[in-house]
């Protein structure tokens, strides 16, 4: 009897601690997102990065990640499947029409994103692929004119049979973030984003501010990390941002970079972009919304600055 006794309580102990750990963070999040510049005050039209929607779909990993078995440093990881579409314009017309002084092309971009993201013990690595279609059938266009005539009733854009036509796109990305310093309210810290593909080939370094109650960023809101933080976690802050994008080729503004003749000569194309953000994150428990106002400056010498603003919320379970 004693024995049986012993293995009761032993059984107990085991299942408390295993329901404990399940109960400590989450296995799986959705996340839907959408950016345009209508979400911009005083904005009236739409240019040049117009929108963007995405949903994506997160599981946690178990064991270590893939690239990580030997790294001592490693915490966790999750896997993400990504859907996004999104649309570029020039400036138009009241009509709709293509107006003659703008020369930035219309391009479609619909592609599937497949990545992992690692959090250390002081940083996180985000590693992933896009593969999808820029061009007529990225369907970017039709999505636009339809919202136009059916939700928000703005004139449709007759530009967008002039697009830039199909072609297949690959890109391999990687993002590194790492905190610098900070304090329970205050936090410095970087990240750096390369992208290499025939739709983009870049680098952008930022440095960071937040300010407010969050989480190690490796497990927070604001760098997408959410899923690896706690199951009871709480977070409200301010964030910001500002770096340079050094940009070598971007096909929804030059066309196929395999084609000879490309839209615009070297001399006319901004390759030095600086940009930033500003905005709130808030996360509580299982859900998450986050919203940022961006500037860029412009991808050709002849057009203006870029601004958009993000909305996403996600739910973890």
Same mark, same amino acid.
């Given at each position: 009897?004693? %024995?049986?006794?012993?293995?009761?309580? #032993?059984?107990?102990?085991?299942?408390?601690?295993?329901?404990? %750990?399940?109960?400590?963070?989450?296995?799986?999040?959705?996340?839907?997102?959408?950016?345009?510049?209508?979400?911009?005050?005083?904005?009236?039209?739409?240019?040049?990065?117009?929108?963007?929607?995405?949903?994506?779909?997160?599981?946690?990993?178990? $064991?270590?990640?893939?690239?990580?078995?030997?790294?001592?440093?490693?915490?966790?990881?999750?896997?993400?499947?990504?859907?996004?579409?999104?649309?570029?314009?020039?400036?138009?017309?009241?009509?709709?029409?293509?107006? #003659?002084?703008?020369?930035?092309?219309?391009?479609?971009?619909?592609?599937?994103?497949?990545?992992?993201?690692?959090?250390?013990?002081?940083?996180?690595?985000?590693?992933?692929?896009?593969?999808?279609?820029?061009?007529?059938?990225?369907?970017?266009?039709?999505?636009?004119?339809?919202?136009?005539?059916?939700?928000?009733?703005?004139?449709?854009?007759?530009?967008?049979?002039?697009?830039?036509?199909?072609?297949?796109?690959?890109?391999?990305?990687?993002?590194?973030?790492?905190?610098?310093?900070?304090?329970?309210?205050?936090?410095?810290? +970087?990240?750096?984003?390369?992208?290499? $593909?025939?739709?983009?080939?870049?680098?952008?370094?930022?440095?960071?501010?937040?300010?407010?109650?969050?989480?190690?960023?490796?497990?927070?809101?604001?760098?997408?990390?959410?899923?690896?933080?706690?199951?009871?976690?709480?977070?409200?802050?301010?964030?910001?941002?500002?770096?340079?994008?050094? +940009?070598?080729?971007?096909?929804?503004?030059?066309?196929?970079?395999?084609?000879?003749?490309?839209?615009?000569?070297?001399?006319?194309?901004?390759?030095?972009?600086?940009?930033?953000?500003?905005?709130?994150?808030?996360?509580?428990?299982?859900?998450?919304?986050?919203?940022?106002?961006?500037?860029?400056?412009?991808?050709?010498?002849?057009?203006?600055?870029?601004?958009?603003?993000?909305?996403?919320? #996600?739910?973890?379970?």
């Amino acid at each position: 009897m004693k %024995q049986i006794a012993h293995l009761i309580v #032993a059984l107990v102990i085991f299942f408390n601690q295993a329901t404990g %750990q399940e109960k400590d963070s989450y296995d799986y999040e959705i996340k839907i997102g959408h950016d345009n510049d209508f979400l911009v005050v005083f904005t009236t039209t739409d240019r040049y990065y117009t929108y963007g929607i995405n949903a994506a779909f997160r599981w946690r990993g178990k $064991g270590k990640a893939f690239l990580f078995t030997q790294t001592e440093s490693y915490r966790a990881h999750f896997n993400e499947v990504e859907l996004n579409i999104e649309a570029y314009t020039p400036d138009y017309l009241s009509d709709g029409s293509i107006d #003659a002084n703008e020369e930035r092309p219309y391009a479609g971009w619909s592609y599937v994103n497949l990545s992992q993201a690692i959090a250390f013990e002081k940083s996180f690595l985000r590693l992933g692929v896009d593969f999808g279609v820029l061009g007529p059938d990225s369907k970017a266009g039709k999505i636009q004119n339809w919202f136009h005539r059916e939700i928000s009733g703005d004139v449709e854009l007759n530009g967008w049979d002039q697009q830039l036509e199909n072609q297949f796109g690959i890109n391999l990305n990687a993002n590194y973030g790492f905190s610098i310093s900070n304090t329970k309210i205050f936090e410095l810290y +970087s990240t750096i984003d390369i992208s290499v $593909g025939n739709v983009y080939t870049y680098a952008r370094p930022m440095a960071h501010f937040r300010l407010g109650k969050f989480e190690p960023i490796q497990y927070s809101i604001g760098q997408d990390n959410q899923l690896l933080g706690k199951r009871k976690q709480f977070e409200f802050y301010f964030d910001t941002g500002f770096g340079a994008k050094g +940009s070598l080729y971007n096909a929804t503004l030059q066309g196929n970079i395999f084609d000879s003749n490309h839209l615009f000569d070297n001399s006319d194309i901004n390759n030095l972009m600086f940009n930033g953000y500003f905005g709130i994150c808030f996360l509580k428990n299982g859900f998450s919304l986050e919203f940022k106002y961006h500037m860029t400056t412009s991808e050709l010498y002849s057009t203006e600055a870029g601004r958009y603003a993000t909305l996403e919320i #996600a739910h973890r379970f």
